[in-house]
């Protein structure tokens, strides 16, 4: 995957001046850098820790590297050894989430055999539902990377290697690769665009998953061949 390295971004106000044209564009953001010792990976999930704590408290307009930097107790070299800046560092975080999903949707495939997908598909919106609502950080990074055109282009990545893992659940109720793809990714989107929405305040969050339950379920009964005999 190719790395955009970005200037950095000073605050919410000039941070899209500098590289702005790399933002703009649609390829995905990453870290300029990994660590490889375990020092460095402390600080790194400092760092990340920092920025999730963050943007829940001041959201992401008025989040700025140094923020997360004196949060985090590193300085702002540092950081900037990782991360270009704040656009890099939530795209990190949505990464993060969506790594540690496909490990919990890998573990249900193991324990529901995929031609039980009720059973499968209830258990994992239910873990999801229960994420979105116990942290609010979710939503937050969620919302983060609809803020320019590379972040988008970013969390796209993520969900279409969530999808992907999706696809493979489900082979035996759709054979056909082509529409089995599509599928995957209109399940994964339209979740995680629902459940963002069952957050919001003022919103029944229990009701909008019963009925993302209900939607997505009727989706897939479409496909199910013991639903053509």
Known sequence: MAQVHSEPDTGSRDA????ASRLLSSEPLVPRKRPTQQRSQLRFDAM????RDLLIEVGFESLTCEHIAQRADVPI????QYFANKYVVVCELDRQDATGVQSELATFAAEVPSLDWPRLLEKFLDHLAQLWHDDPSRRAVWLAVQSTPATRATAMVHEKALAALVARIIAPLTPERSRRALMSELLVHTAYSLLSFSVQEGQNHPDTVAELKLMLGRYMMLEDPENSR
């Open 16 to 19: 899209l001046k500098p590289g």
């Open 48 to 51: 990340l820790a920092a920025a």
């Open 77 to 80: 070299g540092t950081l900037y």
